[in-house]
């Protein structure tokens, strides 16, 4: 039977403080989450959300490691074209960029 705990590997400073984790979250033997800290806390996050090896998802956090933004390329072509914004963690709005110019042109308010 296959393990349902997720490969993950922990990098630390020194003082044994966190500075990045690394994750594979879909059990494929390849790392497709990258969480780097400062000061132990959260600060970004990188994901690969469509298994091609690159990330597509970016994700900040506030100083207190709640996440405040998430960027995602949603059709593969190497540009953000949704983006989600959270309050104490939470989303209250999203914008989509639907014809691929740049600017979004959907919205979504929460």
């Known amino acids: 039977p296959r393990s349902t705990l997720l490969p993950y590997t922990t990098l630390f400073r020194s003082k044994g403080i966190i500075t990045r984790s690394e994750t594979d979250t879909n059990n494929d033997g390849k790392m497709d989450e990258w969480v780097f800290y400062e000061k132990g806390i959260p600060v970004k996050a990188e994901k690969d959300t469509n298994g091609d090896g690159k990330a597509d998802t970016f994700l900040t956090y506030d100083k207190k490691g709640v996440m405040i933004k998430s960027e995602k ?12 914004f959270y309050k104490k963690g939470i989303p209250v709005k999203a914008e989509k960029d639907a014809n691929g110019d740049g600017e979004p042109d959907n919205w979504i308010v929460y």
Do not use: F
Not at 73 to 84: A, L
């Open 73 to 84: 390329d949603t059709n593969g072509d190497g540009k953000i074209n949704e983006w989600v």
